[in-house]
Nanobody, 125 residues
Framework: VQLQASGGGLVQAGGSLRLSCVAS????????VAWFRQAPGMDRHFVAA????????AYSDSVKGRFTISRDNARMTVYLQMNSLRPEDTAVYYC???????????????????WGQGTQVTVSS
């Protein structure tokens, strides 16, 4: 499985971006999918995830109400719509796929097997 993330860029505070993550290879519609982000000098942190066929969708508190994760299984693509962006959202954003992710473990990096290369999001104040 290979993941290709795109859609990052430079945006002013209050603006919007939509990230995409296209999967190729032996992906399944039942894979859990997620976005994580890593700011400079910081650890990677959970942003949002969809468990398997969408039975549960989870967001970190910092993005809840501003970001929306979605998936298009026909296109093998996962999206992250980011609205009302803030300077503290600046980070490299990574998409991830996991085959046997437990619902209660959606926010854990170790639950995911496949990772994209990351796309830079920079929010100016």
């Amino acid at each position: 499985v290979q993941l290709q993330a795109s859609g990052g860029g430079l945006v002013q505070a209050g603006g919007s971006l939509r990230l995409s993550c296209v999967a190729s290879g032996r992906t399944r519609s039942t894979d859990s999918v997620a976005w994580f982000r890593q700011a400079p000098g910081m650890d990677r942190h959970f942003v949002a995830a969809i468990h398997r066929n969408g039975g549960r969708i989870a967001y970190s508190d910092s993005v809840k109400g501003r970001f929306t994760i979605s998936r298009d299984n026909a296109r093998m693509t996962v999206y992250l719509q980011m609205n009302s962006l803030r300077p503290e959202d600046t980070a490299v954003y990574y998409c991830a796929f996991g085959r046997s992710v437990i619902s209660s473990n959606l926010g854990s990096e170790s639950a995911y097997t496949y990772w994209g290369q990351g796309t830079q999001v920079t929010v100016s104040s």
